[in-house]
């Protein structure tokens, strides 16, 4: 068990910051699901790659994640004084987000729902 009070804890955990740079996109307009084919394919890649990747990639989310790992990059360059050629994808998934309901007229008077589905994409990078 835990040493200290509930409250102590929690500020030790929050106290150690992480310095690695990250973009983060919220409330993107594509699924979980079909973000993650794209970021499995970069993850642990070097930018130059993942970008070429990303940028040749058909689906949808690439045009997101290629924008997401643009900003990385110059968060990097320009917050933490990193060299572009070192860096590679640490990290990168995509949690779920809200989910917008619409309704579907059906025949018969029926109404059918329609779920569009929201996600964070977050992207972490480090040096080699």
């Known amino acids: 068990m835990a040493k200290g009070h509930r ?3 929690k500020r030790e955990r ?4 992480d ?4 973009a983060k996109l919220s ?7 079909k973000a993650c084919f794209v970021l499995d394919a970069i993850r642990g890649k070097d930018v130059q790659t993942a ?3 990303v940028t040749y990639n058909p689906r949808y989310a690439s045009s997101l994640i ?7 990059i110059a968060n990097a360059e320009n917050n933490n004084n990193m060299s572009a050629e070192n860096l590679y994808v640490e990290e990168c998934y995509a949690n779920k ?3 917008m ?4 007229p059906r025949a018969q008077g029926r109404a059918y729902r329609i779920e569009k589905r929201m996600s964070h994409i977050t992207i972490v990078l480090n040096e080699r």
């Not at 310095?19 to 990250?22: D, E, F, I, Q």
């Not at 409330?27 to 699901?33: E, I, L, P």
């Not at 290629?66 to 990385?72: G, N």
């Open 7 to 9: 409250a102590q804890i």
């Open 14 to 17: 929050n106290a150690k910051k």
């Open 19 to 22: 310095t690695r740079p990250s």
């Open 27 to 33: 409330y993107a307009r594509v699924s979980v699901q």
């Open 51 to 53: 970008l070429g990747i």
């Open 66 to 72: 290629k924008k997401l790992l643009e900003s990385a």
């Open 97 to 99: 987000g809200p989910t």
């Open 101 to 104: 309901k619409r309704v579907k």
